[in-house]
């Protein structure tokens, strides 16, 4: 059995969403982070930053994300964490609607094969702004890391 190694977690994490406005026109989002870490399969829980996504004003995605190299010798990668959706008086609001822990595997990505997609669902949960919404969209790769180049 081979020893795990380095893997490469490539891609991107995309949030689209509307802030639903009553008296003029909604205000939708389609914004992409880009995502590219090493992880070595010693670290238990490499934090994977994603800058939030603001828009309208007043909404806010934040994604929390996580991921380990999956031991003993997959090289599959495990990703965790939780989406959170914000949404109140501005973009900076701690008015939280609505937030959901997610978990998946990225297997190890082959030449010619696509990558590994998940979806989170988000929407206020109030009264008042219940067609709000958002959804966090990953797309990862998970490959052998590129090679360093020879010192000198």
Not at 26 to 53: K, W
Request: glycine share 8%; net charge negative.
């Amino acid at each position: 059995m081979a020893a795990p190694e380095q893997r490469q977690l490539a891609g991107e994490v995309r949030v689209t969403g509307m802030d639903h406005e009553d008296w003029t026109e909604n205000e939708f989002v389609d914004a992409s982070r880009s995502v590219r870490q090493v992880l070595h399969p010693l670290n238990p829980d490499a934090g994977v930053p994603i800058a939030p996504v603001k828009w309208g004003g007043e909404c806010r995605v934040e994604v929390d994300c996580h991921a380990a190299v999956v031991p003993p010798a997959e090289n599959s990668i495990n990703i965790w964490g939780e989406a959170r959706f914000y949404e109140g008086a501005s973009e900076d609001t701690g008015e939280k609607e609505d937030s959901k822990p997610y978990e998946f595997h990225v297997p190890k990505t082959y030449a010619g094969h696509l990558p590994t997609t998940y979806h989170v669902h988000l929407r206020n949960s109030t009264v008042v702004g219940e067609e709000d919404y958002a959804d966090v969209w990953f797309s990862l790769s998970n490959d052998r890391p590129p090679e360093l180049p020879p010192p000198g």
